[in-house]
C-alpha cells in the first residue's frame, strides 16, 4: 500500500505542476491537492515526493531561505504529463487510454 501511495502521490504532484505551469506552484497548495486525495498526506511526505521527482530531473525545486518550497515541471516533467514520453517505474502514470 505504501508503494502505491507514493507513486500515486507523484503522478499527482506532476498533475497539479503541469495544471500550475508557467508559473510553478507553492508547496502549500501543491500539499492542498495532495490531501484532497490522501487526507493524512503530510509536508515531509511531499517534500519527500518533491525531492524523488527532482533527482529524477522532472521538477525544479527552489528552497528558499524561509524554509518554504516552490516547485516547476521541467521539459521532462511535462512529457511525462503530457504522455509524450515513457514513464519509468516509481510513478503512477495510468495507461494512456486514448
Known amino acids: ?17 503541469n495544471n500550475a505551469r508557467p508559473l510553478g506552484a507553492a508547496e502549500h497548495l501543491v ?37 518554504r518550497w516552490r516547485a516547476d515541471l521541467t521539459r521532462y516533467g511535462t512529457d511525462i504529463a503530457e504522455y509524450t514520453i515513457d514513464c519509468e517505474p516509481g510513478i503512477a502514470r495510468p495507461s494512456k487510454y486514448w
Do not use: H, N
Open 31 to 67: 500539499l492542498t491537492v495532495a490531501q484532497s486525495e490522501y487526507p493524512d498526506a503530510t509536508q515531509l511526505e511531499l517534500r519527500r515526493a518533491l525531492d524523488y521527482l527532482s533527482d529524477r530531473g522532472l521538477v525544479d525545486i527552489d528552497k528558499a531561505p524561509t524554509g
Open 1 to 17: 500500500m505504501q508503494k502505491a501511495r507514493r507513486e500515486g502521490l507523484r503522478w499527482l504532484i506532476l498533475l497539479t505542476l
